[in-house]
Nanobody
Framework: QVQLVESGGGLVQAGGSLRLSCAAS????????MAWYRQAPGKQRELVAH???????NYADFVKGRFTISRDNLKNTVYLQMNSLKPEDTAVYYC?????????????WGQGTQVTVSS
């Protein structure tokens, strides 16, 4: 059984930083594109950033220059370093991954981690 588990969310003041982690577990033999999405109350889920297996990255305009996505292929883990946080960054952040696993290849979502930025 494949699982994605996020950690690192919390409450932070505007201008502060947080680092999110998402670890994939299960009989995984390869991770493809990994990504972070977020969903604020009353809004649709939106892409924040994604990273390919070769660490090519892409960011939404609203986080460029503030957030950095990275990955550790040996640990099947993706990270999101969030700096200069703003109140509008408040949302539930979800990890997403396309992966190959024994008997369970496909696209997976984590359960989400809450990020709250106070003004």
């Amino acid at each position: 059984q494949v699982q994605l588990v996020e950690s690192g969310g919390g409450l932070v003041q505007a201008g502060g930083s947080l680092r999110l982690s998402c670890a994939a577990s299960g009989r995984i033999y390869s991770m493809n594109v990994m990504a972070w999405y977020r969903q604020a109350p009353g809004k649709q889920r939106e892409l924040v950033a994604h990273i390919t297996r070769d660490s090519i990255t892409n960011y939404a305009d609203f986080v460029k220059g503030r957030f950095t996505i990275s990955r550790d292929n040996l640990k099947n883990t993706v990270y999101l370093q969030m700096n200069s946080l703003k109140p509008e960054d408040t949302a539930v952040y979800y990890c997403n991954a396309n992966l190959y696993a024994i008997g369970a290849s496909g696209n997976y979502w984590g359960q989400g981690t809450q990020v709250t930025v106070s003004s």
